[in-house]
Each structure stands twice: as structure tokens, then as C-alpha cells.
């Protein structure tokens, strides 16, 4: 995927660092969290796209994610629902003029989770009890 991304006629994803936190060169859980940090940075001057294949699916925040592929055919309902969740981590800071501590600035007001097993909605929905996403106060939509 990093390589369809790279090549010379994509030049549309030719400004995102593609961050490959897959097979046994990333690292297992954890270790493979750094490097993806470390190109993340503060979230404000990058643009990343991560390739995960698996990793980093739970037990792990990055504000920064907005949003998350699913490409592969998850069958369980707990595992689409907690890699769905990781982009549904706030983004926000507080405090973000140093005069008042109660002000907190929502940086990503929405996250999007596309997939692409059209089907999988139907067999999932029933497990979710309903489960919609908010950010802001606003009803943002089902999952």
C-alpha cells in the first residue's frame, strides 16, 4: 500500500508521510507506537497517513487519527468496534490561550470511519447497541 501511494502519478498523497507500522520490523504492541509519534508530532504542521495491518487497533490513543480505513474483513464485533473507537479519541486542548483553565478547544470535532465490507454494518450494527458518536454536543451519526 506504502508503494501504491508513493508512485509517481499518485501525486495527491505524494504530501503525506506514510507511516508503515506493520510486520515484525515495527515492533510488537507498544514499540510500535514511537515512530508514529515521532511523525505525528504535534499534529498541526504533518500530514500522515498510517498503515497499521492489525497493530495498533487497541489499547492505544493518537488524538491526532480523524479517521480509519477498514479494509480487511474483520468478523468480530469487538474487534471492528475497537479499532473504529482509536480515531474516536478526543483531540483538545485546554486551556488554549493561557487565560482561562476551564476553556477547552476541540481540535477534531469529528472522526470518520470508512469501510469497506458494505455488509459488515448489518452483521455489526445489532451488537452495537445503537452506539452513535458525538463530539461537541453535536450528534455526528451511527455507527
Not at 515484525?24 to 504533518?46: M, Y
Not at 468478523?75 to 493561557?98: D, L, M
Not at 487565560?99 to 469501510?115: A, G, H, Q, T, Y
Request: proline share 6%.
Amino acid at each position: 500500500m506504502a508503494n501504491l501511494l508513493a508512485e509517481k502519478h499518485n501525486t495527491f498523497w505524494h504530501a503525506y508521510e506514510v507511516v508503515v507500522s506493520a510486520g515484525a520490523s515495527a515492533g510488537i504492541g507498544l514499540d510500535a507506537l514511537p515512530p508514529l509519534r515521532k511523525a505525528i508530532g504535534s499534529g498541526f504542521d504533518t500530514n500522515t497517513i498510517t498503515l497499521s495491518c492489525g497493530k495498533l487497533t487497541t489499547g492505544v490513543t493518537v488524538p491526532q487519527w480523524s479517521s480509519i480505513m477498514m479494509l480487511r474483513n474483520l468478523k468480530s464485533p469487538e474487534t471492528y468496534f475497537q479499532a473504529a473507537f482509536r480515531v474516536q479519541s478526543p483531540w483538545a486542548i485546554k486551556n488554549p490561550n493561557g487565560d482561562n483553565p476551564n476553556e477547552e478547544e476541540i481540535l477534531k470535532p469529528i472522526c470518520f470511519v470508512f469501510d469497506f465490507a458494505c455488509t459488515r454494518r448489518w452483521k455489526s450494527r445489532p451488537c452495537s447497541g445503537g452506539i452513535m458518536l458525538l463530539r461537541g454536543g453535536a450528534k455526528a451519526g451511527h455507527l
